[in-house]
């Protein structure tokens, strides 16, 4: 009797939202991810998704804990909204959705942002490695520090060339990495994506005495660019792999590797980055790649997978050298990122 009052209940229930959305007009919205995924008081993030409505005012967006609190619109269209938090709400886990109509009983599908209370435009020094103390704005103890003087590199063509170009090269590559390719904004399988092509990686790499090694290093210094998605499955049809490391495959060209990879398996691109940061002898540059797990960045250096076959099942980080990977003071984003500034890794 109960499970027929639960289905009875569902009908209803699905009748209400349908009679609503007819009455009003509107198309059901899907919201697909936040960005960022947390915040304070006054700060602004976007919403990503489709159906949002071409129409500002249509429908409203809204921060719920215990009850909804209106969003301000900054800027409105059918797949991206920005808005700003309420200065007077606290601290806490808070859903974000959009109601169809001013009664706020049906909406769209809700996501997850978590509102901090530590004080805004705070300031705070980091001692780091090898530049002394550095100055960083403070954000949230459980998001980043945005670097006072970081730049951001955000030439996409330039390092992540044709990044979603397909062909059947393409196709045969990600086939045997074994992974979907479609958009993910899941933790878990985020981080599941990472770990998998961490490890194919590692068992793809060519070494000083393999047969194709001294051929794919050719091919990649005949390339005048950054190996675009389209090289990399050249290398990978042709020669059966990569080589990766000194005299091979600079820092930068193994974080430009595996950061286009890990696009290309779906994982959003405001979560990966290529940061820069610095090492021994002489301040020298290092270049690794940053993933974002929730509201925390980790390092994941790709100049280690020689040595550290796979990702462990919990997040981590993974560093082999002296850089300074807690604090680096350049990003390089991925091609669609919302990034606005560069961050200290937690």
């Known amino acids: 009797m109960r499970a027929i009052k639960l289905i009875q209940s569902s009908v209803i229930s699905l009748l209400i939202v349908s009679t609503v959305l007819f009455m009003s007009g509107c198309k059901p919205s899907h919201l697909i991810s936040l960005s960022p995924e947390c915040g304070m008081p006054g700060d602004v ?142 933790d878990s399988e985020t981080w599941r994506r990472a770990r998998v092509v961490w490890s194919w990686l590692h068992d793809h790499l060519l070494i000083e005495g393999d047969p194709n090694y001294e051929e794919v290093n050719r091919y990649r210094a005949s390339l005048d660019h950054w190996a675009s998605i389209h090289d990399l499955a050249h290398m990978f049809e042709h020669y059966g792999g990569f080589s990766w490391g000194v005299g091979a495959c600079t820092c930068m060209c193994c974080a430009q590797t595996l950061a286009t990879l890990l696009y290309r398996v779906g994982i959003l691109p405001d979560r990966i980055a290529i940061a820069e940061t610095r090492t021994r002898p002489e301040y020298s540059q290092h270049m690794y790649v940053v993933l974002r797990i929730g509201c925390h960045w980790y390092y994941i250096d790709p100049s280690c997978i020689p040595f550290h076959p796979q990702l462990s099942e919990l997040t981590e980080n993974v560093g082999c050298t002296s850089a300074d990977y807690m604090h680096p003071n350049e990003l390089k984003l991925l091609p669609g990122s919302t990034l606005e500034r560069s961050m200290l890794v937690q």
């Open 45 to 186: 993030f976007v919403i990503n998704g489709r159906d949002l409505s071409d129409e500002p005012g249509e429908k409203i967006p809204s921060i719920n804990l215990g009850r909804a609190y209106e969003l301000e619109v900054l800027s409105w269209s059918d797949t991206r909204v920005r808005v700003g938090i309420p200065e007077d709400l606290s601290a806490g886990c808070y859903k974000v959705l959009i109601y169809y109509d001013n009664t706020y009983r049906t909406s769209s599908n809700s996501l997850n942002f978590l509102i901090t209370d530590v004080p805004r435009a705070g300031v705070i020094t980091e001692a780091t490695l090898y530049e002394g103390s550095k100055t960083y704005f403070s954000g949230s103890p459980v998001c980043t520090y945005w670097r006072e003087d970081g730049t951001i590199a955000d030439d996409w063509e330039f390092f992540f060339p044709n990044i979603d170009l397909e062909n059947d090269d393409i196709e045969s590559l990600f086939s045997d990495i074994g992974l979907p390719t479609e958009r993910t904004n899941n």
